[in-house]
């Protein structure tokens, strides 16, 4: 692999050792080929009894789509695996948010919780002249949500590119569908 681009690992989120129980963090390792694909490689490490797993994701032309539509209901929604094509459109309609992913300072492999964060806090700068903002309330409170980890309203996002998007790993049925 000497002429791929390594790219610095990212951490994800925190699981459970399947054997021990113990907290292990997932980290995401992504390489960029010279053709511009990306290979990813999903890793966990259990420091306490040594288990070690890795799953490699790849990302090639054809498995991706247009038009993705997330739906985040559950805790394990948040750590669904989400490639972004470039200047992917996101839209919550229930919060009447319209974002572009090059308005984001993020890679092309985010969590759904990571891609909420970053929404969040790049409209929370709009907020600071008018706190009492239905908007802004609605904000400080899905952040706090993720924070815990307990989402209690369905979120629907949906991720719009020309070139491409796709769910690279999902933690439930149903998490996602296909849209137009
Ligand atoms: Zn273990």
Not at 15 to 31: A, K, Q, R
Not at 49 to 62: P, W
Not at 69 to 89: F, Q, R
């Amino acid at each position: 692999m000497s002429e791929t681009a390594d790219l610095k690992p990212i951490k994800l989120y925190s699981s459970f050792c399947p054997v021990c129980g113990t907290t292990i963090d997932m980290y995401l390792h992504t390489y960029r080929t010279p053709l511009g694909e990306f290979l990813a490689i999903l890793t966990a490490k259990c420091e306490k009894c040594g288990f070690k797993s890795s799953s490699v994701l790849t990302i090639e032309a054809g498995t991706t789509y247009n038009c993705i539509k997330l739906n985040v209901e559950h805790s394990e929604d948040l750590n669904t695996l989400i490639y972004l094509g470039e200047d992917v459109v996101i839209t919550i309609p229930t919060m009447d948010i319209h974002i572009s992913s090059s308005q984001l300072s993020i890679g092309s492999i985010v969590t759904a919780e990571a891609l909420l964060l970053y929404i969040i806090e790049s409209l929370k700068d709009l907020c600071t002249a008018s706190l009492d903002n239905y908007k802004c309330k609605i904000l400080l409170e899905l952040e706090k949500q993720i924070n815990l980890g307990k989402i209690e309203e369905k979120i629907e996002i949906i991720l719009k590119s020309s070139e491409g998007v796709s769910v690279l790993k999902s933690y439930r049925g149903g998490n996602f569908e296909l849209c137009q």
